[in-house]
């Protein structure tokens, strides 16, 4: 989507004027009107999937997800819950599916099944969302919503609690009238932050479903939040590269509930009201992905910006991320897909390790996908799971690696019991950064630990639900704490337990899973 060029030019060079004075100009609380929209459909397939695109995908580390579920639109946007399920909506309809992995850990061969709907009245597409510490799943807004995929900018939104399947309508701050694609980050100290799309403020909620505080106007955000996505960093700071206010770029300080200037960008990399995501690496750079084929780096503990490398041109077209997906695996390196211009096919896919861009294998319909409907998770196996709205989902299992920022344990019960809720503490628990990253359109942060008990006897895998996380900060150094809930139907025995943050899982501590009935007290 677009705003007036007029006022385009207008915000950046209040920008300009404040930058040179040091500070970011007073934000202007007038609306920012739409003129574009990303599409809400993936583009029309006009590549018959052949033997070939399947054996190069299979060949480059893709496998397909076993399905069956009678999808409506297509399957969209997906999040990792913290009991290692993932759920995926079912896009402009009011239908989740959830995906279990199977007894031996493995997504592939996982089981499918539908959870609760969400209010009949919301089906929405291109809207925030976020896993909030206490294991309930926050969506809000909508740029389209319902049958049809009809343009809304809702004010919408719902909360899901896993442990009851049930959602619950939310009801928008006082006075917005829309939220539409909106962005939301939850930060280090567990606050979810929900940013509207189409003003340049943000409002904060604690915890449940009411009680919003409006940030803004007045706290320094230079333009409407709009297309622009939110990385949470180390300090617990918030980085947003301005998209109506380009190339300029702005932090968000929790403390002081203020934005401040974070630099001007050496290079736009902004086009069509359109840019890429915004993905924290281990070493504390973030990597920008742009619309313009352009990316830039941004090195947070020197606060300073710096051009790399391009996406290169292919057959005669410049290739970018005009809306679009990343994510973080855990040896480091970002993959991430890129297309021509605005909503074009096809999708190529990419490794940034840092200096340079890699190509490698896509997945069998990416000669159908741009970049803007295809979605990236990572999973506590390391692997990474990819929808583009078709009914074949795709998962990437190669270039693992191993990090050296895996999760390590400091304290956790030597004995458990199935139906009982433990407590298990340590350092990296919520790995370095976000991991899967979008922008304005998608939110699936899994920057939270999940806890994984294997039996020694039968190799079965369970995961326990954690919920209560102390801090959901990223490579914050300081020590972490969750609560997680053994299911009751574990198998008992010798067992190791681990922690996995961002796809990688700590090193094994030796427990034994009790038979006898017993509840902790």
């Known amino acids: 989507m677009r705003f007036p060029l007029a006022l385009s030019f207008l915000t950046a060079a209040l920008f300009l004027a404040a930058c040179s004075a040091g500070s970011v100009p007073a934000p202007d609380s007038g609306v920012f009107l739409h003129r574009r929209h990303t599409p809400p459909f993936p583009p029309r397939a006009r590549h018959r999937v052949t033997g070939t695109d399947v054996s190069r995908a299979r060949a480059g580390g893709w496998q397909r997800i076993s399905a069956g579920v009678p999808w409506v639109d297509g399957p969209s946007t997906e999040l990792l819950m913290t009991d290692g399920t993932v759920l995926v909506q079912d896009y402009c309809t009011s239908n989740w599916h959830r995906l279990t992995p199977d007894q031996n850990g493995n997504y592939t061969t996982g089981t499918w099944s539908k959870i609760a709907a969400m209010p009949s009245n919301y089906g929405p597409l291109y809207f925030a969302s976020a896993v909030l510490p206490n294991g309930y799943v926050m969506v809000n807004g909508g740029e389209y919503n319902g049958s049809g995929c009809a343009s809304a900018e809702t004010n919408l939104g719902a909360l899901y609690d896993p442990f009851t399947n049930t959602w619950t309508a939310v009801s928008p701050p006082s006075g917005w009238s829309s939220i539409g694609d909106a962005q939301s980050v939850v930060l280090a100290n567990g606050t979810y932050m929900l940013g509207n799309c189409c003003y340049d403020y943000q409002a904060l909620l604690t915890g449940g479903s009411s009680g919003w505080t409006q940030t803004g106007p007045g706290n320094g955000k230079g333009d409407a939040n709009s297309e622009e996505g939110w990385t949470l960093l180390p300090n617990g700071n918030v980085l ?7 190339p300029y770029s702005q932090v968000y300080n929790p403390n002081t509930n203020e934005w401040t200037s974070a630099g001007k960008l050496p290079v736009n990399i902004v086009t069509g009201a359109e840019i890429g995501p915004q993905t924290l690496r281990p070493n504390e750079t973030v990597f920008v992905a742009g619309a313009t084929g352009a990316n830039v780096v941004y090195n947070v503990k020197r606060g300073t910006w710096s051009q790399t490398a391009s996406f290169p041109v292919v057959s005669g077209q410049q290739l970018d991320v005009a809306d679009g997906p990343s994510a973080l695996l855990p040896n480091g390196n970002v993959m991430i897909p890129a297309s021509p211009g605005l909503y074009n096919a096809p999708s190529y896919y990419y490794l940034f390790n840092g200096s340079q861009l890699t190509s490698i294998a896509a997945p069998p319909n990416a000669p159908n996908d741009s970049t803007y409907n295809t979605r990236l998770l990572l999973l506590p196996t390391g692997q990474v799971m990819e929808t583009d709205g078709s009914t074949d989902i795709e998962m990437y299992s190669g270039n693992k690696g191993s990090g050296k920022w895996a999760p390590s344990i400091s304290t956790a019960p030597s004995t458990v019991y199935g139906g009982n809720t433990y407590t298990v503490a340590g350092m990296g628990f919520n790995g370095v950064s976000q991991a899967n990253m979008y922008g304005d359109d998608a939110q699936q942060a899994s920057n939270y630990p999940l806890v994984r008990i294997v ?34 139907g574990i198998e008992s025995g010798p067992a190791t337990l681990v922690v996995v943050a961002n796809g990688i899982s700590s090193q094994p501590v030796a427990i034994t899973v009790a038979s006898s009935p017993h509840r902790k007290r």
């Open 240 to 246: 947003v590269v301005n998209v109506d206010a380009a």
């Open 455 to 488: 039996n020694d006897t039968t190799a079965h895998v369970f995961y326990c639900r954690t919920h209560g996380t102390s801090s959901m900060g990223v490579n914050a150094g300081v020590s972490v704490s969750t609560s997680f809930d053994v299911p009751s």
